[in-house]
């Protein structure tokens, strides 16, 4: 991944705080905000995953002109071939992608907090990756990616580390 | 306002009840406000016919999300350093879930006084569902 | 509905947009857009319906420390009491609300069109009602509503309104 | 750029394909960015169980949205003056949507040159989904 440009603004920050139930006023007020030791609306402490908004090749994202993996008129985007599309169902689409795995561990370290006005870029690398065996699951494929988040004068302001794990079966819990 | 050094113990804890019931619209939310629009979170078709789960799930970093709220209402606006988790157990609608912090060091390092948690989530039959660290400065 | 501020944001142009499948660098390319004759980054027609999000008491939408009416351990969160939270169905819920009724009609005109910067304050003022009869749906109500979209300024740049029509029956198509 | 009056003659017409297939995903991409999160375009057991639908079903809005762009990338960006629809039937999972404007009038008003258009957004069965008017400056 690498984000060019992420502007950080106070409606998607509102919309984010909203989607995590938090109604803190840090986030939305800025009168509010102005009479905090902070200073000014700021962003939760997940906002930054919110990058994706602003990737523009992120895979889980339907893209204009590439089939989707979701469903439509079927119950998978990718495994119908457009000469057949109909409402059958057969085993083949029923192997299809759930879209490369799960989210196994996320991490932030904060240099600053995000805040509207900021216009940050991002950079991702990968880390380590590794396997495990697990009875549930059968083999685990751990991979990690780093990311840093810089804002526009080149400050690093947060630090993101993503471990992703794709597993051989599907976990019910 | 933040935690105040001198009033805190290795061992003090805080936790609050981060949803309760989750719905499927949340999950939307945290959809469209993330970008994460995988259809295992919000596409009843996919991810039951395609996926072979029971139903749509949260996000991960939904559940993050939500148990950042209860860090932030114990520690303070703007007062993390280090927030990490790990998805430990998937989280459905109509899950209640209760997050908690303790107190695990109280130090200094380059002339702050830092506070080290321990975070978990659990769901309401007493499942973990996230665990995981924080780092806070305090007054 | 009365909103007292809705920013219009460049990140929420892009993503609403993105939502209506318009790739049209008018809504997101800052550069692009400054060079045409429209001169910058404007909001595709329908916009400002997303003035909802800053609706404070919009109704489709969860609040904080409200019950919602969608799904969540049952298919109804409005009708089940808190002592009573299983997956049981009773003939009660299939009762439950669908919202308040269908969307018949929107008309949008356009004294400007909206861009990034624009501070909007809407009030709305319902309209005419009437009702008609129908084979499929039977009785018909239509509520009209008219908002009025002003900037910062004061200047009116849109008036919306709206048609809402509840049905008896449920129409499946 | 605007169309040029001295082209245009009632009746020419212009269409689009403006979705195929429509997925559950872009109904959910739609209610996050518009803020419209009735759990009847995204909740597949409130839908079926509590409202009666066989599945969930678009936002009348982003037909008139998806339709908005056929009608802007005819008569250039910026250039409506007017724009208004009927719903007149639902839009489903995995709809193919066709938008049509066509030109009724030519005329004058307040120094400018307007066309007024007449809108209809029909599905795969030929079934109009959308109907509506719209009007635009041209050059």
Known sequence: ?173 | MGLKADELNVGDSYSEVIVEDLTRTQIVQYAGASGDYNPVHSDEKFVTEVAGYPTVFAHGMLTMGMTGRMLTNYVGDGRLTYYGVRFVNQVWPGDTLTARAEVSEVREEDGQTLIDLTISTTNQDEKFVLTGNATARVD
Chains 1, 3 share one sequence.
């Open chain 1, 1 to 173: 991944m690498a984000v060019e440009r992420f502007p950080v603004e106070a409606s998607h920050i509102l919309m984010f705080a909203r989607s995590i139930g938090d109604s803190n006023p840090i986030y939305s007020d800025e009168s509010h905000a102005g009479s905090t030791e902070v200073g000014s609306i700021i962003a939760p402490p997940t906002f930054a995953q919110a990058s994706a908004q602003f990737d523009p090749d992120y895979f889980l994202r339907p893209k204009d002109g590439q089939k989707w993996f979701g469903s439509g008129g079927t119950a998978s985007g990718t495994l119908v071939k457009d000469e057949d599309k109909d409402d059958s169902k057969s085993d083949d689409e029923k192997s299809g992608s759930s879209a490369g795995g799960l989210h196994a561990e996320q991490h932030f370290t904060y240099h600053r907090h995000l805040k509207p006005g900021d216009v940050l870029s991002a950079e991702t690398k990968p880390g380590e990756s590794w396997e495990k065996e697990s009875k549930r699951a059968g083999v685990l494929k751990f991979s990690e990616s780093i990311t840093e988040y810089r804002d526009q004068t080149g400050e690093l302001v947060v630090t993101a580390r993503s471990v992703g794990v794709v597993t051989e079966k599907v976990i019910e819990q």
